[in-house]
């Protein structure tokens, strides 16, 4: 095998957090590994909705952490809530001066929208629904000016090299061959910025790549994963059969647009004050419902919005538009998909994983700032706000360095991971561990996942897939209650009041499994170097 060494710092990932720990870091030499260009794949860029920050002088960053505890249902981390929100008017002052050009009133100040579980209109926004898009237009454009930093792309983690306590390395393949025999690279330093978990779910937002194999890679090295059961769902995913679903941003219901049911009949009304703009788990649930009883849930945008919505939220109106929807004359079809992971790789405040030698940030990591439900357009801003505290904290440890470019040859060959198997993974755990769970279903996907696992566990890209799998529906197994985004119908009566957060290794969600199955409860290892 093929072992690089380099002086400089190893970001792994081409999203937002990746991006910014990056020019945060600068001066600090450092190469990132993306699996594709820099954005392209990434969830980040598909952000609609855009970053809340208390900008208005009549909100406050203590506001912004009370609606960000209230909608955690529990679970929020006060301290991490009240790190976050402070620093939010800061990073949208940043990526201003970066170049991103959020959108303004004739005076000048940030407009700003109204976004379900918000008390105020915090939500700042670019182009109506681009602001993911540009926000990275912007933050890449400015990256490639950077003398610092080297990007490789093409280039796919498939594991770390690890003892169990420290992190020394990364295993990488070209993204065209992930089963060809891996590179090792060990840097100063392993930033993980791989994305959420939300596509290994046979309907979802996210793009192809998010399937969880970031958070397994690091399972499998031995960090401990907190609140892996809590995915969000969208309760918006435009229903036209696309894989993955477009997104009808919550902005649209923050402008005033409505659920209605194939009757014509608004549904939200009966179930929450704040009707379609209660949290995202109470309006994904009554979607789900809807759709499962056969009621064809739609979002109205003609009265409030009219044809406003081309020009406002263009996004929309596309994905619309190419599968035969006008927004403008028709309601659209919506249903509940997964949309973001609330849960990840544990870390503290300076973004430190269990392992030494492994950061982590953006929806690959879990904070404890978004507890149970994550409050809407939250998700950029914790990415932001703990790049950034990751390349400080990781700029601390390490003295400034000259470093060459590196030079990297990645075999090409080797065995994929069947397609198939991928999309029975995806299609067990919609089933079983979707918006309404039960101890049933729970144990049925641990048990076809093992059977997947046994089946496909060759390929390093799938087991990671699978690891993370097995660590959702165990955590959501063992939580025996309803909380936020994870609800279960066995424990129906929802649980508001403080909560603990759920905290595993890949070993006891592993033992857990093989409890319930007999199985040989064998610690999946991390790749070896020989």
């Given amino acids: ?69 209230r909608a955690g249902a529990g679970s929020v981390l006060q301290e991490v809530a009240e790190f976050v929100t402070r620093a939010a008017r800061d990073h949208i002052l940043d990526l201003s001066d970066l170049g991103t050009g959020f959108d303004r009133d004739a005076d000048g100040g940030f407009i700003q929208s109204q976004e379900a579980a918000h008390s105020v209109a915090r939500v700042v926004r670019v182009k109506g629904d681009q602001a993911g898009a540009e926000i990275m237009r912007a933050l890449i454009a400015e990256l490639r000016r950077r003398a610092s930093v080297q990007v490789i792309e093409g280039a796919l983690a498939v594991g770390l090299e690890s003892d169990g306590a420290k992190v020394s390395g990364v295993y990488l393949a070209p993204t065209d061959a992930p089963g060809a025999e891996p590179v090792l690279l060990r840097g100063a330093a392993h930033v993980l910025a791989t994305g959420g978990s939300a596509g290994l779910y046979a309907r979802t937002t996210n793009p192809a790549r998010i399937r969880g194999q970031g958070i397994g890679m690091a399972a499998r090295a031995g960090a401990r994963i907190a609140d892996a059961e809590f995915i969000q769902f969208h309760p918006t995913a435009i229903d036209v059969g696309e894989d993955p679903m477009p997104l009808a941003t919550e902005a649209l219901r923050g402008e005033g647009a409505i659920l209605i049911n194939r009757h014509g009949e608004r549904f939200m009304q009966g179930i929450h004050p704040d009707a379609e703009l209660a949290p995202r788990d109470v309006v994904a649930r009554a979607v789900y419902l809807e759709t499962k009883a056969g009621n064809r849930p739609a979002l109205d945008t003609r009265a409030a919005i009219g044809a406003a919505i081309r020009s406002q939220f263009p996004a929309v109106t596309e994905a619309c538009l190419r599968n035969g929807v006008d927004p403008v004359t028709q309601p659209i079809p919506v249903t509940a998909a997964a949309h973001y992971h609330m849960g ?168 857990l499994r093989s409890k319930i199955f007999k199985e040989t409860a064998t610690c999946i290892m991390p790749l070896s170097p020989t």
């Fill in 1 to 69: 095998m093929q072992t690089v060494a380099t002086p400089r710092v190893v970001i792994i990932g081409g999203g937002l957090a990746a991006v910014y720990t990056a020019l945060k870091l600068d001066p600090q030499p450092v190469v990132m590994i993306s699996p594709e260009p820099l954005g392209s794949g990434a969830s980040s860029a598909w952000a609609q909705g855009g970053v809340a920050a208390a900008m208005d002088p009549s909100d406050s960053p203590e506001a912004h952490a009370r609606d960000t505890m």
């Fill in 344 to 511: 990840g790789v544990a870390t503290d405040l300076n973004g430190r994983s269990s392992l030494t030698g492994l950061w982590a940030c953006g929806e690959a990591a879990s904070t404890g700032l978004h507890g149970a439900n994550r409050l809407a357009s939250n998700g950029l801003l914790e990415a932001l706000v703990f790049a950034r505290a990751c390349a400080r904290d990781i700029a601390g440890t390490l003295s400034v360095a000259d470093a060459p470019e590196m030079r990297l040859r990645l075999p090409s060959g080797g065995t994929e991971h069947d397609p198939q198997a991928v999309a029975e993974l995806r299609q067990v755990m919609i089933d079983g561990v979707g918006v309404v769970r039960d101890a049933d279903g729970l144990r049925r996907a641990l048990g076809r996942i093992a059977e997947l696992e046994s089946l496909h566990g060759q390929s390093h890209l799938f087991r990671n897939m699978t690891a993370t799998a097995t660590l959702i529906a165990a955590a959501a197994l063992m939580r025996t209650e309803s909380r936020g985004a994870h609800y279960r119908s066995d424990c129906p009566d929802t649980a508001t009041g403080p909560g603990r957060r759920s905290d595993l290794t890949l070993d006891e969600a592993v033992a």
